[in-house]
């Protein structure tokens, strides 16, 4: 059987034995870090969430992240009962308690608090959200191409769950990723309600036909902050991008195919559904991509 890999696998670090994790502003060692069981986050994944990275000091890309923290508290009336510059006040002090600079990964997570019963009415949580920052040191490893399975969950429509959402709900994920490694595969590739090749179930997800890049309408995908800035370099480097409705026929028939994420940056998929995309090598437009995102990465970082 062939190896499972993700896009969130990194070096073993013996560091994060020892981290310390922050907890509604105080900084507790990791095994000692919990929450009640009355958190709306653990009965009910009633919650919101961020990933960040840290490269030379910098987490790259700040302010579109927090930016989107907060535009998501907003969707679901969250009450964060804190702004931008104590959000990065708290990854500061945490950041600084694990002597951290670089290769590093913070997911930051609020939820709407503890509650006073255990049921659904958000009325329920009366104690102030909860904000917890879990800050590990993590090296991604030198990065192999992914093998996607097609499964039958799909990315569904914004009146029932808004897949643009970074929530703590992600029971369908979940679900396609199991699909997909039962299908042999690493990560699923999911569809949406129309039948469209959509995303991943942790990354959103492009193809190269005749040197155009494709990806998702992002009508029903994760608002990915990776996905935008490798539209956006595409385009002003001159490398033809759409965002467009498009089939697993043409999928299946792609020159090449990668995925993005905060963490893996750009990944290669080398298979999908059993078919080998392209030569089953990394592709040069693929490679094009990556080279200008760190030269992206690098300017955001001396801003």
């Known amino acids: ?31 000692k870090a919990t929450v009640n069981v009355y958190d709306s986050g653990f009965m009910l994944g009633d919650g919101i969430w961020e990933g960040l990275r840290l490269l030379d000091g910098s987490w790259i890309f700040l302010d579109e992240h927090l930016d989107r923290l907060l535009e998501a508290a907003l969707a679901i009336d969250l009450d964060i009962v804190m702004d931008k510059e104590g959000l990065i006040e708290a990854l500061e002090i945490t950041r600084q308690k694990n002597k951290m600079f670089t290769d590093a990964h913070a997911r930051l997570m609020v939820t709407r608090g503890v509650k006073i019963k255990p049921f659904q009415h958000p ?12 800050m590990e040191h993590s090296k991604v490893l030198s990065q192999r191409a992914i093998r996607l399975a097609t499964v ?15 929530s703590h709900s992600k ?87 990668f995925i993005t994420g905060t963490f893996g940056a750009q990944t290669q998929v080398s298979e999908i559904d059993g078919r080998v995309i392209g030569n089953g090598k990394l592709g040069p ?7 200008l995102y760190k030269d992206l990465i690098g300017s955001d970082k001396v801003r």
């Open 285 to 291: 437009i693929t490679q094009k991509i990556q080279g």
């Open 152 to 166: 039958p969950h799909i990315r569904g429509l914004p009146m029932s769950q808004d897949p643009k959402l970074n």
């Open 1 to 31: 059987m062939l190896e499972k890999i993700t896009t969130h696998q990194s070096e073993e670090d013996v560091r994060n034995r020892s981290i310390f994790i922050y907890i509604d502003g105080k900084l507790v060692p990791r095994e």
């Open 123 to 134: 009325s329920l949580s009366q104690s102030g959200p909860t904000m917890v920052i879990i």
């Open 171 to 257: 029971l369908n994920c979940v679900l396609a990723c199991i699909a997909a490694e039962k299908a042999g595969a690493d990560e699923a590739l999911m569809l949406d309600v129309n039948g469209f090749v959509n995303t991943t179930n942790a990354c959103n997800f492009f193809i190269v036909r005749n040197d155009e890049v494709w990806t998702s309408t992002g009508d029903y995908c994760m608002n990915g902050i990776t996905r935008r800035k490798v539209i956006d370099i595409c385009r002003l480097n001159g490398i033809p991008t759409f965002e467009k409705n498009f089939s697993l026929v043409e999928t299946y028939s792609a020159d090449e195919a």
